[in-house]
């Protein structure tokens, strides 16, 4: 089994990460509106983690060595939206607050709708299994 380089893997992730990250994204054509000229564009962030090892111990037989070893890695990446407002008072980025949790949100109002409905559906059978017992 080759030995574990945590340096080798790490330095691969972020020479392949660097590119992307250090680039600059603008996503659409500018557009020219009221003496400004906005440009869309994207922050990126991006993180990434990794991890590993290696090891021996002794089998059931006194001559025999079992080796073992294993590595891992995650990453992830956030994507802001933006815009760069040129005008004759200069330039600025206006940032979008919020954009990066609005999918959370969603997803939170929408587990919050369903755990609503299944604790409705519950008290229901329960009040269906009381009047069940009382009539009987």
């Given at each position: 089994?080759?030995?574990?380089?945590?340096?080798?893997i790490l330095g691969d992730i972020v020479r392949g990460l660097t590119k992307f990250a250090e680039s600059t994204k603008v996503i659409g054509?500018?557009?020219?509106?009221?003496?400004?000229?906005?440009?869309p564009a994207v922050v990126v962030?991006?993180?990434?983690?990794?991890?590993?090892?290696?090891?021996?111990k002794k089998g059931e037989e006194a001559d025999e060595v079992e080796v073992g070893g294993?590595?891992?890695?995650?990453?992830?990446?956030?994507?802001?939206?933006?815009?760069l407002i040129v005008d004759d008072e200069g330039e600025r980025l206006l940032t979008?607050?919020?954009?990066a949790t609005a999918g959370g949100s969603m997803i939170d109002t929408i587990?919050?709708?369903?755990?609503?409905?299944?604790?409705?559906?519950?008290?229901?059978?329960?009040?269906?299994?009381e009047e069940a017992r009382e009539e009987s």
């Open positions: 089994m080759p030995e574990f380089d945590a340096g080798v054509d500018p557009i020219e509106a009221a003496g400004k000229i906005i440009v962030r991006v993180g990434f983690g990794a991890g590993g090892g290696s090891g021996t294993g590595s891992g890695g995650g990453g992830g990446v956030m994507l802001t939206p933006v815009f979008v607050p919020k954009a587990k919050d709708v369903v755990d609503s409905i299944a604790q409705r559906r519950q008290e229901k059978e329960a009040e269906e299994e």
